[in-house]
């Protein structure tokens, strides 16, 4: 094998490196990171590629469908995914948030059974939160993440066996321009699989789980066969069997929804299941029908779990997985305490208990929060509804969804003024967070992350682009999107802090909803602004 020095010639950082970080990017880490993205970086373009090739088919008016040609795949009931990994046998409450030390900590502590530490959509990708998450994760599996801040102490608890660890890297879009390889940008997704992989794998293994992850915004089961790659190369790189690495993947694309079977199949000794991704997949049939008419949605508050679409999406997902022996993993309840108004606390908590109750009997073995006080509700309801540690055994065979059924756009709602400003307020509340390296923002008692601030911008493009009229009999035009933008900006900046991006965000949101430009992600568009480029160290000088 080539030397590290060989492997680094030709390897930037462009970030600054603090003392603390330098653990974490340290030569042998950047070697194995510049063998990942030489390795497959060219199958990652050509994919995205593909989805460009796709997306112009969609807008023609073409409609997707399941795929012929792996109809052997979705027909052959002998093959399984892998059987449920160390530390994934019980799943029914896993909590979500950014990589920072406080969250990292808290999460920990809280009582549920696994937590999904978050690079993508809960975090802004700034070099220090990217980097710094990686130290705080590394900290936190050899139980030496404990902090003090001012005068309260943060330190893992003791009295009990720690929630599962699984990490979320960034999706195949996104690029980690602060490392260079080659003259390229590095991958976001080869990046945070990378550093975490490399300094952790063989430590959780020790500590009797394993390197485990969620791997998001795939389109494609060729998405998820590279990610296969990925983890059979790096498994080979240190010596690691096969098999160890599990990964459970977000079904939070339209396009994914059709190639569920195929996914599984892809993975198939890595799989740990899939996740009913709910706030990316509503995003993601607006995105991708976008110049359709036939799927203008209504108001954000009218698209629930019931509506016939998204009522397919889990039925086939739930059915899916338990014909291949991997977990059907429920939504996220995004609802944080009132603590100042009891009453609406309890209607909001109430919403939970209803949508945790659904996912429950519909069969999922699992489900999601982003707030430690919802874990006990979600608990109470699936032990209750659950008591074995999950439901494989629960086939849904009553099940038959076909194409129409996923596409099945019949959704009662109206779309409103106050529909129109709440999606503004979402949109510029998020990217004003996300200029300042904020990734997850309360706003209304729910945590708003990337998936929510893209409903709100794609639902008002689609409106603009499709001349809906209001409830109120107002058409929705150019015009009326940008006068409305303009009144929620300036009502949001005058009650923030000093110095807040309000107005730099509008600027950026004002291009995105007037049904024409559309950027492929918000964060894509975003992300120069919160680069820090120095001037690139050679990695074999670090």
Same mark, same amino acid.
């Given at each position: 094998m080539p030397s590290n020095e060989a492997i680094l010639q030709g390897v930037s950082v462009l970030g600054p490196i603090?003392?603390?970080?330098?653990?974490?990017?340290?030569?042998?880490?950047?070697?194995?990171?510049?063998?990942?993205?030489?390795?497959?970086?060219?199958?990652?373009?050509?994919?995205?590629?593909?989805?460009?090739?796709?997306?112009?088919?969609?807008?023609?008016?073409?409609?997707?469908?399941?795929?012929?040609?792996? %109809? #052997?795949?979705r027909d052959d009931p002998t093959w399984k995914g892998a059987p449920p990994a160390p530390g994934l046998v019980d799943r029914r409450v896993e909590i979500t948030g950014p990589t920072d030390r406080k969250m990292v900590v808290n999460a920990l502590n809280a009582n549920v059974y696994t937590y999904m530490a978050d690079f993508e959509d809960s975090s802004a990708p700034t070099w220090d939160n990217m980097v710094n998450g990686q130290v705080n994760l590394y900290d936190a599996i050899r139980r030496q993440v404990d902090f003090k801040q001012g005068p309260k102490e943060y330190k893992l608890r003791t009295d009990?066996?720690?929630?599962?660890? +699984?990490?979320?890297?960034? =999706?195949? #879009? *996104?690029?980690? %321009?602060h490392v260079t390889v080659d003259g390229e940008p590095m991958s976001g997704s080869l990046f945070d699989f990378g550093l975490y992989f490399f300094h952790n794998a063989t430590e959780t293994v020790k500590r009797g789980f394993g390197p485990y992850f969620y791997l998001p915004k795939m389109e494609s089961h060729l998405e998820a066969r590279l990610w296969n790659?990925?983890?059979?190369?790096?498994?080979?790189? /240190?010596?690691?069997?096969?098999?160890?690495?599990?990964?459970?993947?977000?079904?939070?694309? /339209?396009?994914?929804?059709?190639? !569920?079977?195929?996914?599984? @199949?892809?993975?198939?000794?890595?799989?740990?299941?899939?996740?009913?991704?709910?706030?990316? @997949? /509503?995003?993601?049939?607006?995105k991708k029908f976008r110049q359709n008419s036939n799927f203008v949605l209504p108001d954000r508050s009218a698209v629930t779990m019931t509506v016939p679409f998204m009522d397919a999406y889990v039925k086939l997902l739930i059915q899916t997985c338990h014909k291949r022996g991997v977990h059907a993993m429920g939504g996220m309840a995004a609802q944080i305490p009132i603590k100042d108004d009891?009453?609406?606390?309890?209607?909001? !908590?109430?919403?939970?208990?209803?949508?945790?109750?659904?996912?429950?009997?519909? =069969?999922?073995?699992?489900t999601w929060v982003a707030h430690p006080a919802?874990?006990?509700?979600?608990?109470? /309801?699936?032990?209750? #509804?659950?008591?074995?540690?999950n439901q494989l055994f629960v086939r849904r065979e009553d099940v038959t969804i076909g194409a129409?059924?996923?596409?099945? !756009?019949?959704?009662?709602?109206?779309?409103?003024?106050? =529909? +129109?400003?709440?999606?503004?307020? +979402?949109?510029?509340?998020? !990217?004003?967070?996300?200029?300042?390296?904020?990734?997850?923002?309360? +706003?209304? @008692? *729910?945590?708003?992350?990337?998936?929510?601030?893209?409903?709100?911008?794609?639902?008002?493009?689609?409106?603009?682009?499709?001349?809906v009229t209001t409830a109120e009999g107002k058409r929705v035009d150019k015009a009326y999107a940008l006068k409305l933008l303009k009144e929620q900006t300036q009502e949001l900046a005058a009650k923030a802090p000093k110095g807040n991006?309000?107005?730099?965000?509008?600027?950026?949101?004002?291009?995105?909803?007037?049904?024409?430009? @559309?950027?492929?992600? *918000?964060?894509?568009l975003l992300y120069n602004e919160i680069t820090s480029q120095e001037s690139p160290k050679p990695a074999s000088k670090l």
């Open positions: 603090q003392e603390s970080q330098r653990k974490i990017l340290t030569p042998q880490a950047l070697a194995f990171l510049a063998l990942l993205q030489r390795s497959f970086n060219p199958t990652r373009k050509a994919l995205l590629e593909r989805r460009k090739i796709r997306q112009a088919e969609l807008d023609k008016g073409a409609l997707p469908d399941f795929l012929p040609e792996t %109809k #052997h795949i009990r066996t720690l929630p599962t660890l +699984i990490v979320r890297p960034r =999706g195949w #879009h *996104l690029e980690e %321009k790659d990925v983890f059979n190369l790096a498994q080979d790189y /240190i010596g690691m069997p096969r098999g160890t690495i599990r990964g459970t993947v977000l079904i939070e694309t /339209i396009l994914a929804a059709f190639e !569920m079977d195929e996914i599984i @199949y892809e993975l198939r000794d890595h799989s740990s299941g899939l996740n009913c991704g709910r706030w990316d @997949y /509503i995003f993601s049939v607006i009891p009453a609406a606390n309890e209607k909001a !908590m109430e919403g939970v208990r209803a949508d945790k109750l659904r996912e429950v009997r519909a =069969g999922h073995d699992g919802l874990a006990s509700i979600a608990t109470d /309801i699936f032990n209750k #509804h659950m008591p074995t540690p129409n059924d996923l596409l099945n !756009m019949n959704v009662p709602g109206k779309i409103t003024e106050e =529909g +129109i400003r709440k999606n503004l307020n +979402i949109g510029l509340g998020y !990217m004003e967070a996300w200029i300042r390296g904020v990734g997850c923002v309360p +706003i209304n @008692y *729910l945590m708003e992350d990337a998936a929510t601030a893209e409903v709100s911008r794609s639902q008002l493009w689609q409106w603009v682009r499709h001349g991006k309000y107005q730099l965000a509008a600027q950026y949101f004002a291009g995105q909803v007037t049904g024409e430009d @559309y950027a492929d992600f *918000l964060t894509t």
